[in-house]
Structure formats: structure tokens, C-alpha cells
């Protein structure tokens, strides 16, 4: 339920209402918006009778929110939410581009890719440090060490960082060098992990689990967002099916129900989301032009020698394409590709109309 105040109500009656609401057992959620005050009612699931809150001061209505998210639904919040990561705006008119290898495996493989990266315009680059892997005897990621790669390719491209965090007593560490942090497809339920992430102040993006529902998606944003940590992006990264083809099934259909149920910006991973490299280009296509935010995908120099995920990696030049390619589509979608000023590539550069410093 959320409880909607009159345009000018002020602190007083807020209070009044938050009063109310622990009175009952719940607990408020406030948002101040630039026109008024939305509470949101958050607790448990037993109904609640709008008379609690309708004749209280400067109460304009009270609007049951039907589904099991609150916070994550439309209901609550019909504007899209903005998610602003240095010079990255995500979830708005822009296309986000987010790119780098499954693993960061040295600090010359990080460095070679994200130069490249760089100078294709890309403001956010991906890279595990710590890596879910199925076998116990499969590459785990170097760790710390590659957060601290990361920083200092954040530091001298001024390039942002987004990395998953696997354990809830890892989270400060890796907030502490990413900009953002990826909950992984395995990790969409860990509960204790979803609100040591929601009380911490670096945005998220919460990967769809490989076996969850759309609903359990958003109830994972949900548990991020009940914490205090507005900043959720949600990621369409495949699903189990019984298709053998591909190693997961993107569910292109999730892109836009997740759009109309929720504020949240909406990314996909074809990279995951198809297991081959040469199916990453089509379905990254597809799941803009069905509405999604931005992209998330796996680039290695050299796919070949990748210690992780090397199958489904593009390389740098397949990644340029895929740009220009995107840049098409995002245009016929009324939308940009949200990429730096100073693009080496002429004809991406057109395309997608950004500066090019003559240089
Ligand atoms: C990854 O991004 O490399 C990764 C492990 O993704 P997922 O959790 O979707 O498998
Ligand atoms: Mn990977």
C-alpha cells in the first residue's frame, strides 16, 4: 500500500502518517518527489485497511499496490528511475553500454581490453574478480588483486567499474573499488546477500536467476530496495530451458513485462544469454528494440586464451561492429548509445551522433 500526500503537506503530517504506520507494525518507506510525498506501507502481507491512514492530515489517497513487490512496481513509482554512475546515465533515454571479459585474469589482459574499450567511447566496463564458477577446479578469479586492477583501469581510462560480489561479508571490500556491483544469476535468492548490497550506497544490477521467475526477480529488487538502496538495475541473462542449442534461453519476452511492471532500468546479457559469440550480436539487437536500457557484454582480446567464458566473447573489432550495428536500432527506437565523446570510429560516431575530437 502507499499513502500519496497532498501537494505542500508538510513534515508534520509526513510524520503523522509514518506514526501511523509503525503504530500498525509496518514499516514507511518515504519518497520525496518534486511535487509531493509518496509513503510507501512496507511489512508484512497481511491486508491493511486504507481507513488507517485516509483520514489522517494531509493524506491525499491510499493505493493498494496488489503485486508482492512494492517498491520495485510501477504502482509505487510510475517514472523510470535514473541511475547516474560517474558520466553514465542508466535507464534513461540512453542506451548503456557495459563491456570487458567473463574474468579479469592479469593486469596486461584487463589493460588491452580496456584500452580498447575506451577507445570505442564504452564509460562502464565489466570484469569478475570474484567468479561463480560450477566446478570447485575451474578458475575462481584472482580476487582482490583484480579489484585492484580494475581501480587502477578506472583510474588511468577514467572508466567505470561494475564486478560481482559473491559473499555478503566481501560487499564492503568490493563496493569499496566498483561502481557497481552484480549480483550473479546464482546468487539472485541470497537473501543476506541482497540486503547487505541494499545497505550500501554503490548501485546494483541484480542478474535474473537462471531458474526464477520474473516475479522472483523483482522480489530480489525488492529485498535491495527495502534496505534503502534505490539505485537496482535488473539484468535478463537467460534461462534454463530444455533447448540445447544455446547454452541458456534469453527470454526476450521478460524485457518488456519487466518495463511495465517496474521503474527499474532493464539490462540484458546476451553473452550469457546465448553461450556463442556469434549470437550475441542478433539477440543484443532484439533486446534493445524490445525496450531494453542498455547491454552488458563480454569482450576478451584474444577469446582463445580466456580462462572463462572465451565461447561467448566477442572480440574487440566484433565489438565495434555491434556498436555501429546498435547504433542503428537504438536511432529506430528513438533512443542513443550513451558513449564518451571522442569515439575513434567515424561511421560510429555518425551514427549515433557524438562529438569526435579531431584529434
Ligand atoms: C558473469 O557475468 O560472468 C556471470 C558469471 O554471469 P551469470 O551470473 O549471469 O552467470
Ligand atoms: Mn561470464
Not at 110 to 116: D, I, L, W
Not at 181 to 190: C, E, K, P
Not at 270 to 281: F, I
Request: net charge negative.
Amino acid at each position: 500500500m502507499i499513502v500519496v500526500m497532498r501537494m505542500g503537506s508538510g513534515a508534520a503530517e509526513v510524520g503523522g502518517v509514518i506514526e501511523r504506520i509503525c503504530e500498525l507494525g509496518y514499516k514507511p518507506h518515504v519518497s520525496s518527489g518534486a511535487e509531493r510525498v509518496i509513503i510507501g506501507v512496507i511489512g508484512n502481507d497481511r491486508p491493511l485497511d486504507p481507513e488507517h491512514f485516509i483520514s489522517l492530515a494531509g493524506v491525499e489517497k491510499v493505493v493498494p499496490i496488489l503485486q508482492p513487490y512494492k517498491l520495485a512496481s510501477r504502482d509505487f513509482q510510475p517514472t523510470d528511475t535514473v541511475i547516474r554512475v560517474n558520466d553514465a546515465l542508466i535507464g534513461g533515454k540512453g542506451i548503456t553500454f557495459m563491456a570487458g571479459p567473463c574474468s579479469v585474469e592479469s593486469r596486461e589482459q584487463t589493460f588491452e581490453v580496456a584500452r580498447q574499450l575506451k577507445e570505442m567511447g564504452v564509460k562502464i566496463m565489466r570484469g569478475g574478480a570474484f567468479k561463480p564458477r560450477t566446478s570447485p577446479y575451474s578458475f575462481q578469479g584472482l580476487g582482490e588483486e583484480a579489484l585492484h586492477i580494475l581501480a587502477d583501469v578506472r583510474e588511468e581510462l577514467g572508466i567505470s567499474i561494475i564486478t560481482e560480489v559473491m559473499a555478503p561479508d566481501e560487499v564492503a571490500l568490493v563496493a569499496h573499488y566498483a561502481d557497481i556491483l552484480q549480483i550473479g544469476t546464482r546468487n539472485m535468492q541470497n537473501y543476506r546477500l541482497l540486503e547487505e548490497v541494499g545497505r550500501q550506497s554503490k548501485p546494483v544490477l541484480i542478474k535474473r536467476g537462471m531458474s526464477s521467475t520474473i516475479e522472483e526477480l523483482l522480489l530480489a529488487a525488492e529485498y535491495v530496495l527495502s534496505q534503502g538502496n534505490t539505485q537496482v538495475m535488473l539484468c535478463e541473462r537467460g534461462i534454463r530451458t530444455f533447448e540445447k542449442a544455446t547454452r541458456s534461453t534469453f527470454d526476450i519476452n521478460a524485457i518488456p513485462v519487466l518495463k511495465s511492471l517496474t521503474h527499474l532500468p532493464v539490462i540484458a546479457d546476451p553473452s550469457h544469454g546465448t553461450g556463442r559469440w556469434d549470437l550475441v550480436t542478433p539477440v543484443s539487437l532484439g533486446a534493445i528494440a524490445a525496450g531494453g536500457d542498455g547491454l552488458l557484454i563480454e569482450v576478451h582480446s584474444h577469446p582463445e586464451h580466456a580462462m572463462s567464458d572465451g565461447g561467448q566473447s566477442l572480440r574487440p573489432d566484433k565489438c565495434r561492429q555491434l556498436l555501429e550495428d546498435l547504433s542503428r536500432v537504438a536511432a529506430a527506437v528513438g533512443r542513443r548509445v550513451d558513449l564518451a565523446d571522442g569515439v575513434s570510429a567515424p561511421a560510429l560516431a555518425n551514427a549515433v551522433g557524438v562529438k569526435v575530437n579531431a584529434a
